[in-house]
Protein backbone atom coordinates (compact mmCIF):
# COMPACT_ATOMS: atom_id res chain seq x y z
CA UNK A 1 0.00 0.00 0.00
CA UNK A 2 1.21 3.21 -0.89
CA UNK A 3 0.29 6.59 1.45
CA UNK A 4 0.76 10.32 0.56
CA UNK A 5 3.78 11.73 1.65
CA UNK A 6 3.02 15.59 1.73
CA UNK A 7 5.58 18.85 2.53
CA UNK A 8 4.80 21.58 4.78
CA UNK A 9 2.36 23.23 2.13
CA UNK A 10 0.26 20.21 2.34
CA UNK A 11 1.82 19.70 -1.46
CA UNK A 12 2.23 16.04 -1.92
CA UNK A 13 5.71 15.45 -2.56
CA UNK A 14 6.24 11.46 -3.04
CA UNK A 15 5.21 8.39 -2.10
CA UNK A 16 5.93 6.44 0.83
CA UNK A 17 5.19 2.36 1.03
CA UNK A 18 3.32 0.95 4.16
CA UNK A 19 2.61 -2.52 5.00
CA UNK A 20 -1.22 -3.77 3.36
CA UNK A 21 -1.01 -5.86 7.02
CA UNK A 22 -2.00 -2.13 8.38
CA UNK A 23 -2.82 -0.37 5.76
CA UNK A 24 -4.72 -2.56 3.18
CA UNK A 25 -7.21 -4.29 5.14
CA UNK A 26 -10.62 -4.91 4.33
CA UNK A 27 -13.06 -2.17 6.09
CA UNK A 28 -15.36 -4.14 8.80
CA UNK A 29 -18.22 -2.39 10.15
CA UNK A 30 -18.94 -4.55 12.77
CA UNK A 31 -15.40 -5.15 14.57
CA UNK A 32 -14.67 -1.54 13.97
CA UNK A 33 -17.87 -0.95 15.48
CA UNK A 34 -17.26 -3.34 18.38
CA UNK A 35 -14.03 -1.44 19.00
CA UNK A 36 -15.71 1.86 19.13
CA UNK A 37 -18.05 1.04 21.55
CA UNK A 38 -15.39 -0.74 23.99
CA UNK A 39 -13.28 1.92 24.33
CA UNK A 40 -16.07 4.31 25.33
CA UNK A 41 -17.46 1.72 27.88
CA UNK A 42 -13.85 1.36 29.51
CA UNK A 43 -13.68 5.34 29.77
CA UNK A 44 -16.65 5.42 31.64
CA UNK A 45 -16.27 5.60 35.53
CA UNK A 46 -19.01 4.72 37.66
CA UNK A 47 -19.26 7.54 39.92
CA UNK A 48 -23.42 7.80 39.88
CA UNK A 49 -25.62 6.95 42.52
CA UNK A 50 -29.39 6.65 43.27
CA UNK A 51 -30.97 5.62 46.59
CA UNK A 52 -33.41 2.47 46.66
CA UNK A 53 -35.95 2.61 48.88
CA UNK A 54 -33.72 1.98 52.58
CA UNK A 55 -31.76 4.60 51.41
CA UNK A 56 -34.68 7.79 51.18
CA UNK A 57 -34.83 9.38 54.27
CA UNK A 58 -37.96 8.85 55.43
CA UNK A 59 -40.98 7.67 57.99
CA UNK A 60 -42.03 4.47 58.83
CA UNK A 61 -45.20 5.46 59.84
CA UNK A 62 -48.16 3.97 57.91
CA UNK A 63 -49.34 6.45 55.29
CA UNK A 64 -53.07 5.40 56.33
CA UNK A 65 -55.15 3.03 57.53
CA UNK A 66 -55.23 -0.47 55.90
CA UNK A 67 -59.12 -0.61 54.93
CA UNK A 68 -61.95 1.32 55.11
CA UNK A 69 -60.35 4.16 52.98
CA UNK A 70 -60.73 3.64 49.68
CA UNK A 71 -57.12 3.98 48.32
CA UNK A 72 -54.57 1.53 47.40
CA UNK A 73 -52.81 -0.14 49.95
CA UNK A 74 -49.68 1.80 51.35
CA UNK A 75 -47.41 0.92 53.99
CA UNK A 76 -44.35 3.23 53.49
CA UNK A 77 -43.67 6.65 51.60
CA UNK A 78 -40.58 5.34 50.70
CA UNK A 79 -41.98 2.96 48.06
CA UNK A 80 -40.65 3.25 44.73
CA UNK A 81 -44.24 3.83 43.10
CA UNK A 82 -43.96 7.09 45.35
CA UNK A 83 -42.98 10.44 44.42
CA UNK A 84 -40.01 10.67 46.00
CA UNK A 85 -39.51 7.35 46.50
CA UNK A 86 -36.68 4.85 46.12
CA UNK A 87 -35.78 3.05 43.11
CA UNK A 88 -35.96 -0.38 42.19
CA UNK A 89 -32.60 -0.79 41.06
CA UNK A 90 -30.56 2.42 41.46
CA UNK A 91 -27.22 3.31 40.08
CA UNK A 92 -24.32 2.29 42.34
CA UNK A 93 -20.56 4.11 42.05
CA UNK A 94 -19.22 0.51 41.73
CA UNK A 95 -21.44 0.01 38.66
CA UNK A 96 -18.72 -2.09 36.21
CA UNK A 97 -19.18 -0.55 32.48
CA UNK A 98 -15.87 -1.96 30.87
CA UNK A 99 -16.10 -4.16 27.61
CA UNK A 100 -14.09 -6.83 26.81
CA UNK A 101 -11.84 -6.51 23.80
CA UNK A 102 -9.54 -9.33 22.79
CA UNK A 103 -6.13 -7.44 21.69
CA UNK A 104 -6.50 -9.17 18.24
CA UNK A 105 -9.39 -7.70 18.04
CA UNK A 106 -8.31 -4.18 18.88
CA UNK A 107 -5.74 -3.93 15.98
CA UNK A 108 -7.41 -5.49 13.49
CA UNK A 109 -9.85 -2.63 14.41
CA UNK A 110 -7.10 0.02 14.24
CA UNK A 111 -5.94 -1.58 11.12
CA UNK A 112 -9.63 -1.44 9.61
CA UNK A 113 -9.81 2.16 10.91
CA UNK A 114 -6.45 3.09 8.96
CA UNK A 115 -7.26 1.20 5.71
CA UNK A 116 -10.78 3.16 5.33
CA UNK A 117 -9.15 6.46 5.94
CA UNK A 118 -6.06 5.79 3.60
CA UNK A 119 -9.38 4.69 0.77
CA UNK A 120 -11.04 8.35 1.67
CA UNK A 121 -7.74 10.43 1.11
CA UNK A 122 -8.29 11.38 5.01
CA UNK A 123 -4.85 10.27 6.09
CA UNK A 124 -1.27 11.37 4.91
CA UNK A 125 2.25 11.43 6.15
CA UNK A 126 4.67 14.09 6.46
CA UNK A 127 8.40 13.62 7.05
CA UNK A 128 8.61 16.07 10.69
CA UNK A 129 6.21 18.48 11.96
CA UNK A 130 7.35 20.98 14.71
CA UNK A 131 7.11 24.83 14.88
CA UNK A 132 9.94 27.23 16.98
CA UNK A 133 8.08 28.21 19.83
CA UNK A 134 4.76 27.20 22.02
CA UNK A 135 2.37 29.62 19.99
CA UNK A 136 -1.31 28.54 19.27
CA UNK A 137 -0.69 30.94 16.33
CA UNK A 138 1.92 29.91 14.94
CA UNK A 139 0.49 26.29 15.30
CA UNK A 140 -2.58 27.53 13.81
CA UNK A 141 -0.75 29.29 10.68
CA UNK A 142 1.13 26.15 10.21
CA UNK A 143 -2.43 24.03 10.07
CA UNK A 144 -3.84 26.30 7.89
CA UNK A 145 -0.97 26.54 5.51
CA UNK A 146 -1.31 22.77 5.20
CA UNK A 147 -4.99 23.18 4.08
CA UNK A 148 -6.39 21.28 7.27
CA UNK A 149 -9.08 22.46 9.22
CA UNK A 150 -10.02 19.76 11.64
CA UNK A 151 -6.98 17.26 11.82
CA UNK A 152 -5.59 14.49 14.39
CA UNK A 153 -1.83 14.86 14.40
CA UNK A 154 -0.14 11.99 15.42
CA UNK A 155 3.81 12.15 16.21
CA UNK A 156 6.20 9.44 17.30
CA UNK A 157 7.16 11.71 20.15
CA UNK A 158 4.99 14.70 21.98
CA UNK A 159 7.43 18.16 21.21
CA UNK A 160 6.55 20.37 24.42
CA UNK A 161 5.74 23.41 21.65
CA UNK A 162 3.21 21.15 20.19
CA UNK A 163 1.65 20.08 23.16
CA UNK A 164 1.18 23.70 24.93
CA UNK A 165 0.45 25.68 20.85
CA UNK A 166 -2.25 23.06 20.13
CA UNK A 167 -4.14 22.26 23.31
CA UNK A 168 -6.38 25.81 22.76
CA UNK A 169 -7.51 24.86 19.44
CA UNK A 170 -11.12 22.66 19.38
CA UNK A 171 -10.61 21.37 16.03
CA UNK A 172 -6.95 19.95 16.51
CA UNK A 173 -5.48 17.07 18.61
CA UNK A 174 -1.66 15.91 18.94
CA UNK A 175 -0.72 12.73 20.57
CA UNK A 176 1.82 10.27 20.45
CA UNK A 177 1.26 6.97 19.12
CA UNK A 178 0.73 5.10 22.41
CA UNK A 179 -2.24 7.65 22.50
CA UNK A 180 -3.92 7.23 19.37
CA UNK A 181 -7.15 5.88 19.58
CA UNK A 182 -10.11 4.66 17.46
CA UNK A 183 -12.37 7.35 18.78
CA UNK A 184 -10.14 10.04 17.16
CA UNK A 185 -9.59 8.53 14.05
CA UNK A 186 -12.87 8.41 12.94
CA UNK A 187 -13.59 12.16 14.59
CA UNK A 188 -11.57 14.09 13.00
CA UNK A 189 -11.39 14.84 9.40
CA UNK A 190 -8.23 14.40 8.54
CA UNK A 191 -4.84 12.51 10.17
CA UNK A 192 -1.94 13.35 9.39
CA UNK A 193 1.24 11.22 10.42
CA UNK A 194 4.95 11.71 11.16
CA UNK A 195 7.08 8.95 8.99
CA UNK A 196 8.46 8.08 13.04
CA UNK A 197 5.14 7.64 14.18
CA UNK A 198 4.52 5.22 10.96
CA UNK A 199 7.24 2.99 12.03
CA UNK A 200 6.02 2.93 15.71
CA UNK A 201 2.28 1.97 14.06
CA UNK A 202 3.80 -1.11 12.58
CA UNK A 203 5.68 -2.09 15.75
CA UNK A 204 2.82 -1.82 17.45
CA UNK A 205 -0.12 -2.95 15.52
CA UNK A 206 1.64 -5.19 13.15
Do not use: C
Not at 106 to 119: K, P, T
Amino acid sequence: MELKLINDQGVEASRLQAPDLLFGREYNEALVHQVLVAYQANARSGNRAQKDRGDVRHTTKKPWRQKGTGRARAGMSSSPIWRGGGRVFPSSPSENFSHKLNRKMYRAGMAAILSQLVREDRLAVVAGFSIEAPKTKLFAAKIKSMGYDSVLVITDELEENLFLASRNLPNVLVVEVQQADPVSLVRFAKVLVTQGALAKFEEILG
